[in-house]
């Protein structure tokens, strides 16, 4: 089946800079890979997400590249702001997600 | 936007005891899914359904598990028999397609005492 990886696990950034967080798979099949924020006690809510017939996307301040002969994909937020501070999930889908480990963003003031 | 709805949204058992929680997925979805986070932990596969009938489980869903949809509308998961560490958030998810966006529900969070 397939298999998400997630680094890293935490990430501490102060206010203003970037965070990058990436994410490798193993199943060549997978042709979706969305990204969740997840806040404490709730939902992982999609922030973006990127088809594998595309190689980067972008939304404001998030954007996503994927790089399918190398199975990885990547999440950057730039201009980071306190409220940026969550667990953020990668994940990798086929007929099912695949959820990586998470990483806990810390945006520091 | 569409809301998939989760009942309970919090749920108290005791050990060894049946519960089943229940989903209301959007209503032109074709394909339903359970997941399953252990506090502090990563969000695991459960089952997907799809046509009646499951499509997918992974290990974690055992023979103590069980999904029916009753009726047009609700989706459930059923714990035959719960262990303390069935302990977690319970989320349900739908979507309009095999790799289309999946809609989360708020969860359940469920606690077995």
């Known amino acids: 089946g397939e298999n998400v990886e997630q680094h890293p696990s935490t990430l501490s950034v102060q206010e203003g800079d970037s965070a990058v967080i990436k994410c490798t798979y193993s199943?060549?099949?997978?042709?979706?890979f969305p990204w969740y924020k997840q806040e404490l006690g709730k939902r992982p809510q999609l922030i973006i997400d990127?088809?594998?017939?595309?190689g980067e996307k972008k939304d404001q301040r998030i954007a996503v590249t994927l790089n399918k002969t190398a199975k990885h994909f990547s999440l950057h937020i730039t201009e980071t702001q306190p409220e940026d501070s969550a667990v953020y999930f990668c994940?990798?889908?086929?007929?099912?997600?695949?959820f990586g480990g998470g990483t806990r963003v810390l945006v520091k003031p | 936007e569409p809301e998939v709805t989760q009942t309970p949204s919090h749920q108290v058992t005791q050990m060894g005891q049946e519960v089943i929680l229940r989903c209301v997925p959007i209503?032109?979805?074709?394909?339903f899914y359970w997941y399953r986070q252990i506090l502090g932990q990563k969000v695991e596969f459960l089952v997907s359904?799809?046509?009646?009938?499951?499509?997918?489980k992974s290990e974690i869903f055992d023979d103590q598990f069980s999904v029916e949809r009753p009726d047009g509308s609700n989706f459930t998961l059923k714990i035959r028999s719960t262990k303390l560490e069935d302990s977690a958030m319970y989320f349900c998810?739908?979507?309009?397609?095999?790799?289309?966006?999946?809609?989360f529900g708020k969860g359940t969070r469920l606690t077995v005492v």
């Open positions: 998810a739908s979507s309009p397609g095999q790799g289309a966006r999946a809609f």
């Open positions: 990127i088809r594998s017939n595309v």
């Open positions: 209503s032109n979805h074709l394909y």
């Open positions: 199943d060549s099949a997978s042709n979706y």
């Open positions: 994940a990798a889908a086929g007929n099912k997600l695949t």
């Open positions: 359904f799809y046509n009646n009938e499951i499509s997918e």
